[in-house]
């Protein structure tokens, strides 16, 4: 009785066994771990908007850091020239920064492939441009400075990094939630056959185009969510937030992971972010060991870390999954 | 027949064979659990003496072992201002044998990868991860920026910035914590407008740029130091950061001859030595006299690429390698002995930096674990003329030192290229001549690329408008500035 109980449960309890792990890491872990941890999760959901375009449409976004810095710069515009209250800067960070995905969603939806990564390249690097020479408005390369996290329900953000950490595990959660939601949906089924077969779908009557660019707005959304956090954690803003260096780091951290999953994309961001801080601290050639780390992952787990887990160890981990109703995917 | 097996059920308030539970008495299985739970508490209170003891011991011993951190770009485009920093740092510790008073010295060393957000995760990390006294870096100058900015948010951390030179890191955003044995951008090169109006005699000057904020730095102390001693104009040619083909450049200033004096190369690292061949490719160097240089251009890796080219050349800052001074003489053999080359600025100032935190550590006795001592003794330190290859400095309140700036000229010597002072300006503090007036200084606007105007009229009404018609009076008594 129990045990069935506990069976049609079981995702549930997953569920709660994930959330428990999360919320018990200020507890249970050091200061250098939450500020780590909140590294990942801001720059995990930059990696899973390329992963959600990856993995959902077939095309590979050079431009989501856009959408993550265009956030971020209004945050801190709003923040430290206009002092806005807290809720409206956020707000219209993300809001701005979905219309300007509205508009350039509508040219690039129209490429696919290679001419997609060349478009979003090229757009990416136009906002990097605008970063750095519009000093008027951005401050050049010095950038934005002086943004502080809020104040919320009397507890500062800005003091207290583990206020902070929770505070941003909502949103994270939220945007993970939102984006797994959206593949379950019929929306995320449509759009999965559209990546198999676009002139299938064309010819059975989807929008095809709208779906594509319904998707490519959502993804600019989690995106931009992740802005939001990386400024306020951050306190400063500048062009290197935009730039190619901060695209490229996403698509490598989303390859490490996976490139086709939502997990894949936070395991690879955290496992990157690590590295980056313990290789250093032992050897200053750490970028060579990272470049043969990649190189290991490319020639031997082109899917992944999590791809090549699903691959190799379905034979061991598949009842567990399955029990968890994890199995298929 | 069925025999129903009644199950085992014990009487509550009994042991097994039926005796009430009056009196406590010892099980096997109790014993058994009783040796386990000793043996459980043994260990557990083994962990405690140990840690009891490594904590008792560490604080005893709060500084048995001195901790720094060296934080700058080691890789990417910017890795000569990380490393000779690092060098520079590494050279000071081994002439004390990496040690204080018999207290072991442990340097840290982080690369930011010439971007900010690494940077703030490294930085975490040596306060968090390797929990060091002080921090000596970066060297860029919007990882200064950055660094300022966490500086104030972790305001327990000393932090000596390393070449970074923008003014707001000790101006408008200066915080305690944060001290620089370094430079401003304009400081140097204040004098060095005064030194073309006045001693070289050019009234039109064209300076020749890379478009980002160190060199708008650059342009902006030239300006005000060349407009307020009688030059006239000041036009500014931006190009992009990383542009190696000037022909379109060279050509403008071939045709800009009729109006203009003189050239400066605002640029840094590959376009200067772009710049230089062009100009003689172009055959410039037969219509301008020589070309001037920002502070950085003939610093002393360049003077080996440049040979020849770089002769003549002026330009300024607070260290020159040609002074004869012993600690410079000392300090450039000791490097080349080291590292296989001669030391640039870079590496004096990491050099400083360490001095002035042994210097603070001899006033505080070593104890750098309390941030605030330390903090205050690094602020009055002072370095005499002997202390540093740069000459005598100490810092102004704002944590910024005031200095000697050399006008440098590059002369062969002994078959080697070498810069050697034509001129010193004594104690030039980061507000140059507007040293009394810091506040006025700071009311303006951050320079940009246009800013302040290089027009003469457009460039007084600024004037008047921020220091007052008695700024002005001054300046036209003087005809300039005083000394």
């Known amino acids: ?329 | 027949m069925i025999i129903h097996h009644k199950p085992f059920r014990p009487v509550e308030g009994c042991w097994d064979d039926g005796v009430p539970k009056k009196e406590f008495r010892l099980t096997i299985k109790d014993e058994q659990r009783r040796k386990k739970m000793v043996g459980k508490k043994m260990i557990w209170l083994g962990v405690a003496i140990l840690f009891s003891t490594l904590w008792v011991w560490g604080t005893a011993h709060a500084v048995s072992e001195i901790r720094i951190g060296q934080i700058g770009p080691t890789t990417g485009w910017a890795t000569m201002f990380g490393t000779e920093g690092l060098n520079g740092v590494k050279l000071a510790l081994a002439e004390r044998d990496y040690k204080f008073k018999g207290i072991p010295i442990k340097l840290f060393t982080e690369d930011t990868k010439a971007d900010v957000e690494v940077m703030r995760t490294k930085l975490d990390s040596f306060k968090n991860r390797d929990k060091v006294h002080f921090i000596i870096g970066p060297s860029l100058g919007h990882e200064g920026m950055a660094a300022v900015d966490w500086g104030a948010r972790n305001p327990d951390m000393p932090i000596l910035i390393g070449y970074s030179a923008p003014e707001d890191i000790t101006m408008r955003k200066a915080t305690p914590s944060v001290i620089r044995p370094g430079w401003t951008g304009p400081q140097v090169i204040f004098h060095f407008g005064k030194f073309c109006a006045k001693d070289l005699g050019y009234k039109k000057v064209i300076i020749v740029g890379q478009d980002y904020s160190y060199p708008w730095d650059q342009a902006a102390g030239f300006t005000r130091g060349f407009l307020e001693n009688g030059g006239e104009k000041v036009e500014r040619i931006w190009h992009p950061v990383d542009a190696v083909d000037f022909s379109s450049i060279m050509a403008k200033l071939t045709g800009m001859k009729k109006e203009y004096d003189a050239v400066l190369c605002n640029s840094g690292g590959a376009q200067v030595v772009a710049f230089f061949k062009q100009w003689y490719q172009f055959g410039l160097d037969k219509i301008y006299p020589q070309i001037l240089g920002q502070a950085n251009v003939p610093i002393v890796p360049m003077l080996t690429e440049l040979a020849d080219m770089a002769l003549n050349v002026y330009s300024s800052l607070h260290y020159y390698d040609g002074n004869p001074s012993e600690a410079n003489m000392k300090f450039r053999e000791s490097y080349l002995k080291a590292y296989g080359i001669y030391p640039s600025v870079i590496a004096v100032q990491g050099y400083d930096a360490m001095r002035v935190a042994f210097k603070a550590m001899e006033a505080i006795g070593g104890k750098v674990d309390d941030p605030k001592a330390f903090i205050t003794a690094v602020r009055q330190a002072k370095m005499g003329e002997n202390e540093s290859p740069r000459g005598p400095f100490y810092f102004d309140k704002f944590g910024n030192p005031v200095q000697n700036i050399y006008i440098k000229k590059v002369v062969k010597k002994d078959a080697k290229l070498m810069n050697i002072a034509v001129k010193t300006y004594k104690n030039v503090s980061q507000f140059g001549p507007y040293a009394a007036m810091p506040e006025k200084y700071m009311a303006q606007p951050a320079t940009s690329r246009e800013y302040p105007p290089g027009n003469k009229d457009d460039y007084f009404r600024e004037i008047e408008k921020y220091f007052g018609k008695d700024y002005m009076a001054e300046l036209k008594k003087n005809n300039g500035w005083k000394e």
Do not use: C, H
Request: charged share 10%.
């Open chain 1, 1 to 329: 009785m129990i045990k069935e109980r506990f069976f049609l449960y079981r995702k549930t309890f997953l569920a709660l066994i994930v959330a428990g792990i999360f919320i018990s890491i200020p507890w249970v872990t050091s200061d250098f771990f939450v500020l780590m941890a909140i590294r990942v999760m801001y720059f995990g959901m930059l990696t899973m908007s390329l992963t959600f375009l990856a993995g959902e449409l077939g095309v590979v976004s050079l431009m989501q850091a856009s959408f993550f810095g265009i956030a971020g710069y209004f945050v801190a515009i709003l923040q430290t020239r206009y002092g806005l209250p807290f809720p409206f800067p956020p707000l219209v960070g993300i809001a701005v920064s979905l219309i300007i995905a509205g508009l350039l969603g509508m040219l690039v939806i129209r490429v696919r492939g290679i001419y997609f990564l060349m478009l979003t390249l090229v757009l990416g690097q136009l906002v990097w441009a605008l970063a750095s020479q519009w000093s008027s408005v951005t401050e050049g390369d010095t950038g934005i400075m002086n943004v502080y996290a809020p104040v919320l329900f009397g507890i500062s953000m800005e003091k207290s990094k583990t206020a902070f950490y929770y505070f941003q595990l909502f949103f994270f959660a939220g945007a993970t939630w939102f984006l797994i939601a959206l593949r379950r949906s019929p929306f995320g089924l449509m759009l999965r056959g559209i990546r198999e077969s676009e002139s299938r779908m064309r010819m059975l009557g989807y929008p095809v185009s709208l779906l594509r660019y319904a998707a490519f707005v959502f993804a600019a959304l989690v995106a931009a969510l992740g802005g939001v956090f990386f400024v306020y954690f951050m306190g400063l803003i500048n062009p290197s937030s935009v730039s190619l260096a901060t695209n490229v780091e996403a698509l490598l951290a989303a390859i490490l992971g996976g490139i086709n999953t939502l997990a894949g994309a936070v395991l690879g961001t955290g496992i990157l972010k690590t590295l980056d801080v313990v290789l250093s601290g032992i050897t200053k050639r750490y970028l060579l060991f990272m470049g043969i780390m990649f190189l290991f992952v490319i020639l031997f787990a082109p899917k992944g870390i999590i791809g090549t887990v699903r691959n190799y160890g379905r034979s061991f981990l598949s009842p567990l999954m399955r029990w968890f109703g994890l199995g298929e995917d």
